[in-house]
């Protein structure tokens, strides 16, 4: 098929989020058409379009389902419409959930459906209970991507068959590629959103050892979420509040500002509670793509694209005097911290680097 005669729709339940730059990347990095739609499991806009619903398609909807014409809802109505006006050949959903949500109309129109699993979809109980192990979206999708090796393996237990699963973890802009760090300074940079799986409190209690040791040392933490007023309250209560410095949500540049400033990135990633669990995470790309060591945890996806003292340092989730030390000794040994950064620098580049993920994106798509 010819590349730029494809029309592919990316349905994704949020638009421009700060933590999902990838998919902006894929939205505009795919050869061929793409429509984006966004806001929901089942979408409501196709960007550039604008709402999908009209006073005509709820009039008309609601007339053919008191007359038993029609199961779908008005808003599904209006999906299907814009997918047949666009002569959609191939879907890719992002997150499982929305993946079982637009099953039934991939059906009606038979167009192939390809699955890209991030983290939480792949991990939480009740999101997979409440999507029925995803064993019907299993069934009908062409292709199932996923990020991480041990997501991998829990989608198959679940029952995907290993034939459509495709391990393609999400690429940093080539952008964090051309940084280069000046380890000035005893600054850790941590970015991401402030939940459960990333332990923002973990840091700030390993922090506090470090600062003990080194005064003149920074933690710097940028983002927004549930936990972010007890991280402060942490630091209020530890007195940390001259050595740890919340950014809020910061944009791309200031974020490879701080990189480029900075001695090392650092994330405390666990297994929540309810299984939330991380993909492989963005930031963590992004930061060794820049040439930061990165100390972080054996969780999910990390290892695999982090390796213990070669490209960073990480220790298990929970260990808070491990992770210290990791810390420690990057402050202690410049050279040692160095020699981590442009090795991570090195493997990012030839292994995780966005145009790898996109040719491989492409191929799963052109595959569908």
């Known amino acids: 098929m010819d590349l730029q005669k494809n029309r592919i729709a990316i349905i994704s339940p949020s ?104 983290g939480y979809d792949a991990s939480v109980r009740d999101i997979i209970k409440q999507h029925n192990n995803y064993t019907e979206a299993f069934a009908y999708a062409s292709k199932v991507i996923v990020v991480s090796k041990q997501m991998e393996k829990k989608l198959i237990a679940l029952g995907c068959s290993t034939e459509k699963i495709v391990y393609n973890p999400c690429a940093p802009h080539d952008d964090f590629l051309k940084i280069e760090p000046k380890f000035l300074k005893k600054q850790f940079v941590s970015i991401g959103r402030f939940t459960n ?23 710097v933490m940028a983002g927004n979420g549930a936990l972010l007023n007890t991280c402060k309250n942490l630091v209020s209560i530890h007195k940390l509040g001259n050595h740890v410095e ?9 974020y490879m500002n701080l ?18 669990m991380e993909g492989t995470p963005v930031a963590i790309l992004e930061a060794s793509a820049a040439g930061l060591p990165v100390v972080s945890t054996i969780h999910a996806g990390i290892p695999d694209v982090i390796e213990h003292a070669k490209t960073g340092l990480l220790s298990n989730e929970h260990d808070v005097n ?47």
């Open 259 to 276: 990189l480029e400033e900075s001695l090392a990135f650092v994330q405390h990633s666990i297994t929540a509670d309810d299984g939330d």
């Open 197 to 219: 799986k990333k332990a923002p409190y973990y840091l700030i209690l390993t922090f506090k050892r470090i600062i003990e040791l080194h005064p003149d040392a920074r933690l």
């Open 322 to 368: 491990a992770m210290s030390e990791n810390m420690l000794k990057l402050i202690d040994d410049l050279t040692f911290a160095k020699t981590l950064g442009a090795s991570g620098k090195t493997k990012i580049s030839t292994q995780f680097n966005l145009k790898n993920h996109l040719k491989i994106l492409q191929s799963t798509i052109e595959s569908a």
């Open 15 to 118: 638009k421009n989020s700060y933590s999902e730059t990838f998919i902006q990347q894929q939205k505009n990095g795919l050869e061929g058409r793409v429509f984006y739609y966004y806001d929901g499991a089942l979408p409501k806009y196709l960007e550039n379009d604008g709402l999908l619903i009209t006073p005509y398609i709820s009039f008309v909807n609601k007339l053919k389902r008191l007359l038993k014409l029609s199961q779908f809802s008005a808003y599904e109505m209006a999906f299907i419409k814009s997918l047949k006006k666009n002569k959609i050949q191939v879907i890719l959903a992002q997150y499982g959930p929305t993946g079982h949500r637009i099953l039934e109309i991939c059906k009606l129109l038979n167009i192939p459906l390809v699955i890209h699993f991030h």
């Open 246 to 254: 919340f950014l809020g949500v910061i944009d791309k540049q200031e």
